[in-house]
């Protein structure tokens, strides 16, 4: 009974996955292992394992070089993403190390995303190495998880709380509300209207 697939991959390494994707931007086995430093004939076996532990030919030579298949094209793509990936995991546990990487845990309501949206850019740009999490929500379950120590901060309305006055605020922008109400309502030619007028309203 052969190995599954996800098993086989288990022995996939780094320098395998390197080789995959040099193989791909220089179109040839003899290339790829130069610009790695690995010999032609240490290539060709570890090209050669990689086929063996997804069981599918991952190239066919033309006389162009190398051409990945379907299987080769798909391999090729997660080799790629788990470089990069594994690249990323590098860069931050520096930063972490050297005491200049940080994590800010945001949370906004639907109404303010497109202004989280257009700072984001922003702020990336001023502050590289803080690394951002966004989180939607309501604003209710934003505060739990304000109190919960699961947010640094958060886009929305404080004023849901039961005492809004135990968080520090800061007032940036203005929420235009509009009432929609059948033509025939004795309001509906009102330029303004107070919430105690609409409370009475049904």
Same mark, same amino acid.
């Given at each position: 009974?052969? !190995?599954?697939?996800? =098993?086989?991959?288990?022995?996939?390494?780094?320098?395998?996955? @390197?080789? @995959?994707?040099?193989?791909? /931007?220089?179109?040839?086995? %003899?290339?790829?292992?130069?610009?790695?430093? *690995?010999?032609?004939?240490?290539?060709? %076996?570890?090209?050669?394992?990689?086929?063996? *532990?997804?069981?599918?030919? &991952?190239? +066919? =030579?033309?006389?162009?070089? @190398?051409?990945?298949?379907?299987?080769?094209?798909?391999?090729?793509?997660?080799?790629?993403? *788990?470089?990069?990936?594994?690249?990323?995991?590098?860069?931050?546990?520096?930063?972490?190390?050297?005491?200049?990487?940080? %994590?800010?845990?945001?949370? +906004?309501? *639907?109404?303010?995303?497109?202004?989280?949206?257009?700072?984001?850019? +922003?702020?990336?740009?001023?502050?590289?190495?803080?690394?951002? !999490?966004?989180?939607? /929500?309501?604003?209710?379950?934003?505060?739990? &998880? &304000? /109190?919960?120590?699961?947010?640094?901060?958060?886009?929305? =309305?404080?004023?849901?709380?039961?005492?809004?006055?135990?968080?520090?605020?800061?007032?940036?922008? /203005? !929420?235009?509300?509009?009432?929609?109400?059948?033509?025939?309502?004795?309001?509906?030619?009102? %330029?303004?209207?107070? @919430?105690? !007028?609409?409370?009475?309203?049904?």
């Amino acid at each position: 009974m052969s !190995e599954p697939v996800t =098993r086989g991959l288990g022995r996939l390494t780094t320098r395998q996955m @390197l080789l @995959l994707a040099t193989i791909d /931007d220089s179109a040839s086995l %003899k290339g790829a292992a130069t610009r790695i430093g *690995m010999s032609q004939p240490r290539a060709t %076996k570890s090209l050669q394992e990689i086929e063996d *532990m997804v069981e599918q030919q &991952l190239f +066919t =030579r033309t006389n162009r070089g @190398l051409t990945p298949t379907i299987a080769g094209a798909c391999a090729i793509r997660h080799a790629k993403v *788990m470089l990069s990936q594994i690249g990323s995991l590098e860069e931050e546990l520096r930063h972490i190390a050297e005491g200049a990487w940080a %994590k800010l845990r945001i949370g +906004t309501i *639907m109404g303010a995303t497109p202004i989280v949206t257009e700072a984001i850019g +922003t702020f990336s740009e001023r502050f590289p190495n803080v690394s951002l !999490e966004i989180l939607e /929500d309501t604003s209710v379950e934003l505060l739990r &998880l &304000l /109190d919960r120590g699961d947010l640094d901060l958060m886009i929305g =309305r404080s004023s849901v709380s039961g005492r809004p006055e135990l968080y520090d605020t800061v007032a940036f922008h /203005d !929420e235009l509300l509009t009432v929609v109400a059948n033509p025939a309502h004795p309001l509906v030619e009102r %330029k303004r209207v107070t @919430l105690a !007028e609409l409370s009475q309203s049904r």
